[in-house]
């Protein structure tokens, strides 16, 4: 069974500082990573995914994650935080025993503090 | 545009009352996914197909409600009898054959139920 957890459902972080987001997947088998963004009233955006190869993977408006096999971690980070990045963030996890079928943790809420 | 589209945007309907939604996915892609997502909550898998097979549905998927894709294009969503517990943003995702591709989310459908 595939699970993810997103610890902490509310971060604030002050403008221009570290972001980090948290989240641990349980999985059976290697996992299929996703990071993705929800804006208000909006649909979910792909922030960056990783499936194989490097781990520290890189995606869009700076932000990347790292992929950590033995911590089953993948967590989110950016170096500095601008306002525009707050919103939801949500992780997720598939594999190839699933159908494709995306598993979501709960989301994590950024605020951004000018 | 030739991203994920969904209609309508906001339905609000009295307990009782059969409603239906409608995905228009990525043209080329091959399979389609309606998620349900609550308030505080990230989405939660309801239903996929490839084509125009309905390949698994969720145990959330009460015989109240049913989902088609005729010609494998688009998909319809129906829920008859609505329920308060039915108030949520239905997301309708579409995605590439292969194993790890990401998923295209579309804007959403929101529906209140009175």
């Known amino acids: 069974a595939q699970s993810v957890t997103q610890l902490g459902s509310h971060v604030s972080v002050s403008e221009g500082a570290l972001v980090l987001l948290r989240c641990n997947y349980s999985?059976?088998?290697?996992?299929?990573l996703f990071w993705y963004v929800q804006y208000p009233n909006q649909g979910l955006q792909l922030l960056l995914k990783y499936t194989t190869g490097a781990t520290l993977v890189k995606g869009i408006n700076g932000f990347e994650a790292e992929f950590k096999k033995s911590e089953t971690s993948f967590h989110l980070t950016k170096p500095s935080a601008h306002m525009s990045d707050a919103a939801e963030y949500f992780c997720?996890?598939?594999?190839?025993?699933?159908?494709?079928?995306?598993?979501f943790g709960t989301g994590t809420s950024l605020t951004v503090i000018p | 545009d030739t991203g994920v589209s969904q209609d309508p945007r906001h339905k609000i309907t009295k307990r009782g009352q059969n409603v239906t939604f409608r995905c228009d996915p990525i043209?080329?892609?091959?399979?389609l996914y309606w998620y349900r997502q609550t308030l505080g909550q990230g989405p939660e898998f309801l239903t996929y197909?490839?084509?125009?097979?309905?390949?698994?549905k969720s145990r959330l998927l009460s015989d109240r409600f049913s989902a088609e894709r005729p010609k494998g294009s688009f998909s319809t969503l129906e829920i008859q009898r609505t329920e308060q517990g039915d108030s949520a943003m239905y997301l309708c995702?579409?995605?590439?054959?292969?194993?790890?591709?990401?998923?295209?989310f579309g804007p959403g459908t929101r529906l209140t139920v009175l």
């Open positions: 997720a996890v598939s594999g190839p025993n699933t159908g494709n079928q995306f598993y």
């Open positions: 995702a579409s995605s590439p054959q292969a194993y790890g591709d990401e998923q295209f």
């Open positions: 197909f490839q084509n125009e097979a309905q390949l698994e």
């Open positions: 999985s059976s088998v290697p996992p299929y």
């Open positions: 043209s080329e892609h091959n399979r």
